[in-house]
């Protein structure tokens, strides 16, 4: 039977958004910011190396500050039990901007070792990939008009 | 060639690469027979009649016994979570229907020398071929959150990716247990040889909840991703993610 593997585990509140809720398209939002932010703070400054809580089951606290402007950091994720081992990830960050996903912690099964490193790719990836066609945009006329679907159709 | 046409309430678009495209007007008809034959909107539909007690079960078509079979194999795979008669509301296979049409219709294409062709009926994917020499179709999955981004590209040739998701309709999947909206899911992509297999199963697997997660991990012959209500992803090794 295969298993789900669950990929990225991340319950930590200022990582999810990140993550999944990369504010808007990559420019947006974020150009501001990275103006506003003197080039010299790009530097590896936070490199907040959070030991792997022995107890995984109690939910540790990775978040350490609140995001600061264009800075490098680096968040681990809590350690999560799934049914293929423990899973813990561990974020770069430069402003809200994911540079790096690497695993701290990972099962020794195959498909897990596997999964962990190809998520890195989608997770920096997946935004600017060129597509042919979109699967789940468009249930309604209305939706189905705003969608990436109707711009790669040409339907605008 | 491209064209996109309104069919089942759903806008359904066809990049025929290869074959005639004269094939992609017949896919089209058959979609729109499709929607007269099966509707449940529609009072004349087969589907209409044998809910108004017109039709024994016996009278049907041999293709609505198809899907009314494939509707039943779920309701029972999914302990009722997945039914096309929720209690109180009249017979509704649409969640069926639509996948086992569009595959019909991809079936159509090829059957007619098309041998390269992506079909996207409201983002439930049909492909065969790939669009240029050595390369996949490459399936963007929406983002459940974001509707101008995705959480994943695949690499398909020939296969069908189905989608279903919280977002847009709102909460439009109930649990047939309760007649209640589902929760704890909010998207979930299946990659299977064939649409009605794969939309069916990404709906079954909605209507479960989070034991959708496992429950469809475990179908024969489909791959998953789906995000939980925690954002968190779950994905099958075999899953033809594409690196980009």
Excluded at chain 1, 39 to 66: C, D, I, L, N
Excluded at chain 2, 72 to 84: C, K, N
Excluded at chain 2, 150 to 161: P, Q
Aim: glycine share 8%; with cysteine.
């Amino acid at each position: 039977m295969k298993r789900a593997i669950p990929v990225l585990a991340l319950s930590v509140a200022g990582l999810v958004p990140v993550w999944l809720y990369s504010p808007g398209p990559a420019h947006e939002g974020e150009i501001n910011e990275a103006a506003a932010a003197p080039e010299t703070q790009q530097q590896a400054q936070a490199q907040t190396t959070t030991p792997a809580p022995k107890t995984s089951g109690s939910a540790p606290t990775a978040q350490q500050k609140p995001p600061q402007q264009a800075q490098t950091r680096t968040v681990a994720g809590p350690a999560v039990n799934t049914s293929e081992g423990t899973v813990q990830v561990q974020v770069t960050l430069q402003g809200n901007r994911i540079t790096d996903v690497k695993a701290l912690r990972a099962p020794n099964s195959e498909p897990t070792r596997m999964a962990l490193p190809i998520l890195k790719q989608e997770a920096l990836k997946a935004q600017s990939a060129d597509i042919d066609t979109v699967s789940g945009a468009t249930a309604t006329s209305q939706g189905y008009r705003q969608s990436l679907q109707a711009a790669l159709d040409g339907a605008q | 060639m491209r064209r996109v046409e309104q069919i089942m309430g759903l806008p359904i678009s066809v990049d025929l690469r290869d074959g005639d495209d004269a094939l992609a007007e017949r896919a089209f008809a058959w979609l729109r027979e499709a929607d007269e034959r099966f509707s449940p909107f529609k009072p004349d539909s087969e589907v209409s009649r044998l809910d108004r007690g017109e039709l024994t079960r016996e009278e049907l078509t041999p293709d609505l016994v198809e899907v009314l079979s494939l509707c039943d194999w779920y309701e029972e795979s999914t302990g009722g979570a997945f039914t096309a008669q929720v209690p109180g509301r009249g017979l509704d296979p649409c969640a069926v229907v639509k996948g086992w049409a569009v595959q019909r219709a991809a079936d159509l294409l090829r059957e007619g020398g098309a041998s390269a062709f992506c079909l996207n009926a409201g983002g439930d994917v049909v492909t065969a071929g790939e669009p240029e020499p050595g390369k996949p179709w490459r399936v963007g999955v929406r983002h459940p959150d974001l509707a101008d981004q995705l959480c994943v590209v695949l690499g398909v040739r020939d296969g069908a990716v189905a989608t279903s998701a919280l977002y847009e309709r709102g909460q439009h999947i109930l649990d047939g247990r309760t007649g209640q909206p589902v929760t704890g899911i909010l998207s979930v992509t299946i990659f299977a040889d064939d649409l009605a297999i794969a939309d069916t199963t990404a709906t079954a697997a909605f209507a479960l909840g989070k034991e959708g997660i496992e429950w469809a991990a475990a179908q024969e012959d489909c791959e998953i991703f789906i995000v939980d209500e925690d954002r968190r992803v779950f994905r099958s090794p075999g899953l033809p993610v594409h690196i980009c």
